[in-house]
């Protein structure tokens, strides 16, 4: 069973800095492409970035330039470091399996029906 741990989040002002992490188990993570989602309140769950086994990376447009996503095929976890965060960046953060999907709203969705308890990032004004 795939379970999907997060953890980092926080509050923090406007143009400071984060980072996420998120292990994972019951997966073949070395070969898995990995993603970050976002939900905030009121709103349908988003597409952050992803990230595939080789380290090619990919992001929504509206965090271009200010979040980084990495991973550690060892230690079975992946990361999303942000900077410059912007209080419409204030979501509940998850991680999961990502799927291309080419043509679709998001270049990437989740790829798996299993979704850990999230990580709050609350960014002030």
């Known amino acids: 069973q795939v379970q999907l741990v997060e953890s980092g989040g926080g509050l923090v002002q406007a143009g400071g800095s984060l980072r996420l992490s998120c292990a994972a188990s019951g997966l073949t993570f070395s070969t898995s492409t990995m993603g970050w989602f976002r939900q905030a309140p009121g709103k349908e769950r988003e597409y952050v970035a992803a990230?595939?086994?080789?380290?090619?990376?990919q992001y929504a447009d509206f965090v271009k330039g200010r979040f980084t996503i990495s991973r550690d095929n060892k230690k079975n976890t992946v990361y999303l470091q942000m900077n410059s965060l912007k209080p419409e960046d204030t979501a509940v953060y998850y991680c999961?399996?990502?799927?291309?999907?080419?043509?679709?709203?998001?270049?990437?969705?989740?790829?798996?029906?299993?979704w850990g308890q999230g990580t709050q990032v609350t960014v002030s004004s």
């Open positions: 990230i595939i086994w080789s380290g090619y990376t």
């Open positions: 999961n399996t990502a799927r291309y999907t080419p043509g679709s709203a998001y270049p990437y969705t989740p790829g798996s029906a299993y």
